[in-house]
C-alpha cells in the first residue's frame, strides 16, 4: 500500500489518495496532481517518487503478487538497478537468483556454502570449519549485490 498526499500545480486543493488505484484513475490524479509527500514501507528511490503512474504500478504489483519476501527480493532488485521499470522487467523474467538472510559477506559466504553455490563434497565436510565465510563472501559478492533489504542477488 502506498498512501499519497497530492497537491494542484496552483495549490488551490490537496488530496489524499491510497493506490493501487485503476489505470484511468491515476492518469487522471497525473494530470490533475503534483506528489506532495509519499507514505509506504515499501522500498521507493527517487526515481519514481514524482509519477503517480509508476507508484500507481508498484502498489499494484505489491498488493496482487507479492508476499513478504517477494517483496524483499522486489526491493533489492530495485535498489542493485536503480530503475523501477528495469527491476520489474527483471523481476517478472525471473532472470535472477536471490539468497535471503544475507546482511553482509561472512552471511552471503554461508549461504553459498548451505546452497551449494560454493560445493563441497559430502567427503570434505570436515574443512568446513576452515572455510572463512567472509573471504568467500567477499569472492562471491563480484556476482551477487547484498541489498540493504537482507537479500542478495544476482542478476542471470
Do not use: Q, W
Not at 544475507?102 to 568446513?128: M, P, S, T, W
Request: glycine share 4%.
Amino acid at each position: 500500500m502506498i498512501e499519497l498526499k497530492l497537491i494542484r500545480a496552483d495549490e488551490t486543493a490537496e488530496l489524499t489518495v491510497t493506490l493501487p488505484v485503476s489505470d484511468d484513475e491515476a492518469a487522471r490524479l497525473s494530470c490533475d496532481f503534483a506528489v506532495a509527500n509519499i507514505k509506504t514501507e515499501l522500498y521507493i528511490r527517487n526515481d519514481i517518487k514524482k509519477s503517480i503512474t509508476l507508484l500507481n504500478c508498484y502498489a499494484r504489483l505489491a498488493a496482487d503478487e507479492l508476499d513478504e519476501n517477494e517483496t524483499k527480493t522486489f526491493a533489492a532488485l530495485y535498489e542493485y538497478l536503480g530503475d523501477y521499470l528495469d527491476a520489474e522487467k527483471v523481476y517478472k523474467s525471473n532472470a535472477y537468483h536471490c539468497i535471503y538472510d544475507v546482511y553482509g559477506k561472512y552471511d552471503l559466504g554461508r549461504a553459498a556454502v548451505d546452497e551449494g553455490i560454493f560445493y563441497i563434497c559430502k567427503n570434505c565436510e570436515h574443512i568446513l570449519d576452515y572455510v572463512d565465510y567472509e573471504k568467500l563472501g567477499h569472492d562471491i559478492s563480484f556476482d551477487y549485490f547484498i541489498s540493504s533489504h537482507g537479500v542478495a542477488v544476482c542478476i542471470d
